[in-house]
């Protein structure tokens, strides 16, 4: 297929909008076009593309249209709740294989996610929010490129197996408040994906697929970075609001979390993105 970049839809949006005497570089633009693309490879290349024109100043800080309420998906995977997945299999080539499209599906909403935090609340937390929020959609655009890479050379690809539906559930439940955002997706899900990815890296490694386990230590390594940044800007936020953070979070994850938020922690890297044992003790 051939795949539209964002710098071309934004140029012929800003043309359209120019011959209506009006001109549209917003940044929201951007965003929104990327997470309306619905095919994997190109929501891929658009994602990186607001990116590197964001850095390279060729986007406004402007929020000139909504973000969509759901983003655009493509046919495959078929998405079914969690309670239908079939059962991975643990120990079998097929259940790494599930895992590794499991993961992947993980990483294509989290780019979503990223694009939306930026789309959604930039205009409000400013223009470090939209730098950290669009770095981190690039990061889950190459985790996902390259789960989807480890996907093919075992003779698979994304959308050859069922996913859970419902990742965006927490996107919609908080899209009212960037707190309730912040507390909730990198805060309580990332987070959790910073306890359980060393027992993935292992079972990889155990199985002798060292490429799937390299590939799982960088997304650990940048998820750490995401879920830091989540945690800074949800403290800036209750500081600005005058609510104690570590008392927020643990109204918010009440509110909106209806797992629990329970350990085994992998606390050196809980520690290193800043939840520290004074959250942590409000939930556990
Ligand atoms: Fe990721
Ligand atoms: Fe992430």
Known sequence: MKVAKVGDLVAACAQLSASAGMTDRSVSLAIRSAMLTADPTAKVMATREVFRMWRAGLLEFAFTCPMPDVPARPDAPQLLHPGAMPKRGKGSAHGRLALIHALAHIEFVAIDLALDAAGRFGAEMGRQFVDDWLGVAADEAMHFALLTR??????????????????????RDTAYDVAARLAIVPMVLEARGLDVTPG???????AGDERTARVLQRILDDEIRHVRFGTMHFIDVCKKRGESPPEAWKMLVARHFHGAVKPPFNDSARHQAGLSREFMAGVA
Do not use: V
Request: proline fraction near 3%; charged fraction near 25%; glycine fraction near 14%.
């Open 150 to 171: 480890r996907l093919r050379t075992l003779g698979c690809f994304y959308g050859a197996l069922p996913a859970h539906d419902g990742l965006w559930d927490a996107a």
């Open 200 to 206: 993935g890296i292992e079972k990889f490694a155990r």
